[in-house]
C-alpha cells in the first residue's frame, strides 16, 4: 500500500509563491500518473495539474502560467510550484497517485491559504 506525505503548504500574500511537494512510500510512481487536486471552501473539487508517466503535463485553465508540476521519480516526489498566487487559490490542495492499471490514491490534503 502506497502512501503520500505532503508538505509546503502554509500562509502566503497575493503574488507570492509556495512549492508543494508530495512523497509516494513506495519507489514505484515512474509507472503512475501523478496529479494535484485542490477544494476551496464550500467548493467542488477541481483539477489543479497532471504529470503522466511520461512527463507530459496538463493544467487547470485558472492557473496556466502560473503553477508547474513537475517528477522526480528517483525522489519519489512530485512538485507543484506556484507563482504569482491569487487569492482564489485558496483551499486544501490534495496530491494523488494513479498506478497503470489501478485504482487511484490520495494524499491527506494540505491547507494554502493566500490573502490580500
Known amino acids: 500500500q502506497v502512501q503520500l506525505v505532503e508538505s509546503g503548504g502554509g500562509l502566503v500574500q497575493a503574488g507570492g509563491s509556495l512549492r508543494l511537494s508530495c512523497t509516494a512510500s513506495?519507489?514505484?510512481?515512474?509507472?503512475?500518473?501523478m496529479g494535484w487536486d485542490r477544494q476551496a471552501p464550500g467548493k467542488e473539487r477541481e483539477m489543479v495539474a497532471i504529470?503522466?508517466?511520461?512527463?507530459?503535463?496538463n493544467y487547470a485553465d485558472s492557473v496556466k502560467g502560473r503553477f508547474t508540476i513537475s517528477r522526480d521519480n528517483a525522489k519519489n516526489t512530485v512538485l507543484l510550484q506556484m507563482n504569482s498566487l491569487k487569492p482564489e487559490d485558496t483551499g486544501v490542495y490534495y496530491c494523488?497517485?494513479?498506478?497503470?492499471?489501478?485504482?487511484?490514491?490520495w494524499g491527506q490534503g494540505t491547507q494554502v491559504t493566500v490573502s490580500s
Open positions: 513506495e519507489n514505484s510512481i515512474g509507472f503512475a500518473h
Open positions: 494523488y497517485y494513479t498506478p497503470l492499471g489501478h485504482s487511484r490514491t
Open positions: 504529470i503522466s508517466t511520461g512527463g507530459s503535463t
